[in-house]
């Protein structure tokens, strides 16, 4: 039987507490305003200290959903409540708390957090430069533009001209939201990046067993199979061209949504065939001797190397 979509009753609908909330920092494309500096401070780079500000790069694009009482399609919102009256308790008389032991708290404020040590929550502090190529993908977190402040256009421009004659990354630390990290500064073009890393801590080891297999099959490798499979990384090789990806499952959802709102009727699938399982690769040559054929790509069949 097919579904109507339904109005919610005419009244504010609670704030969405969603990752993708936006801001009025969070402009989009073609917005001429200008968005506000998540961190302000200084650089760094030996006896230099640069006047910077930290900007988000990343914009999150997921998709929001608001939940809802089924019953008659009004928003399900949540308050703060004491736990011990049940009472609701003003934004205003929110406190932060650090629990040392069961039931006993150790308050602190803004001001307490920012005063425990006021050099690292206004610096980015240079410690060394390395290599790019020899951060592992997996410390790499999240980017920001890291733009000069004012009286710091010069210095900056000096840093940026030395980390890209010498292909270097610098590895410094900064305070962000009330969590030290540890971070690569990076040129990118005729900007600054500021890239968050993982610390070594925070990474799991790799579990020898899950790659042991894998590392076993590299000497039953033939030199037909490598060449082949080099082969077919080269015709598929071009430029990097980001805007040529989309979140193609965000499209169709969005697309999905859209008809529904129109129609009011649930979409159904646009097929009732079920996805086709992986096989086996029985022969590999000729699963990449095919592929090769027909250009490779997202089009190629998917099979399981077993």
């Known amino acids: 039987m ?30 001429s305003s200008p968005r506000r500096a ?10 230099l200290q640069i006047p910077v500000s930290v900007y988000p790069l990343e914009k999150s694009r997921e998709l929001s959903f608001h939940q809802l009482d089924g019953r008659d399609m009004s928003p399900v919102g949540y308050k703060r409540y004491n736990k011990t009256t049940g009472a609701e308790v003003p934004y205003d008389e929110i406190v932060r708390g650090y629990e040392i032991s ?12 920012k005063a425990a040590n006021v050099e690292a929550t206004q610096s980015i502090d240079i410690m060394d430069f390395v290599d ?14 890291l733009a000069p402040a004012k009286r710091g256009e010069k210095a900056y421009a000096v840093l940026l001209e030395a980390l ?8 410094a630390t900064v305070v962000l939201r009330q969590r030290q990290h540890l971070a690569a500064v990076l040129a ?18 790799v579990d020898a067993e899950s790659v042991g297999p894998a590392k ?42 859209e008809r529904k709102a129109k129609t009011g009727e649930a979409i159904a699938p ?13 022969d590999l040559t000729a699963l990449l001797r095919r592929s090769l054929k027909r250009g490779g790509g997202a089009s190629a069949p998917t099979r399981k190397a077993g």
């Open 102 to 113: 069961k039931g006993e708290f150790v308050l602190v404020s803004d001001e307490e957090l």
């Open 216 to 257: 076993g099959a590299v000497s039953k490798i033939s030199d037909r199979e490598r060449e082949m499979a080099e082969a077919l990384v080269d015709d598929m090789t071009t430029d990097w061209d980001p805007a040529k990806y989309r979140d193609s499952y965000r499209d169709d959802v969005v697309a999905m949504i």
């Open 132 to 145: 790019p190529a020899q951060i592992p993908v997996a410390y790499f977190e999240t980017p920001y533009l």
């Open 164 to 171: 890209t004659a010498r292909k270097r990354a610098a590895i």
């Open 2 to 31: 097919a579904t109507k979509t339904k109005k919610a009753p005419a009244h504010r609908a609670p704030k969405k507490t969603t990752s993708d909330d936006k801001t009025s920092d969070d402009k989009e494309p073609g917005e």
């Open 270 to 282: 646009t097929t009732n065939e079920p996805a086709k399982p992986m096989a086996p690769v029985e």
């Open 188 to 205: 990118e073009g005729d900007s600054l990046v500021l890239e968050i890393l993982r610390f070594a801590h925070e990474l799991r080891p």
């Open 38 to 47: 998540l961190w302000s401070g200084s650089l760094g780079f030996g006896l």
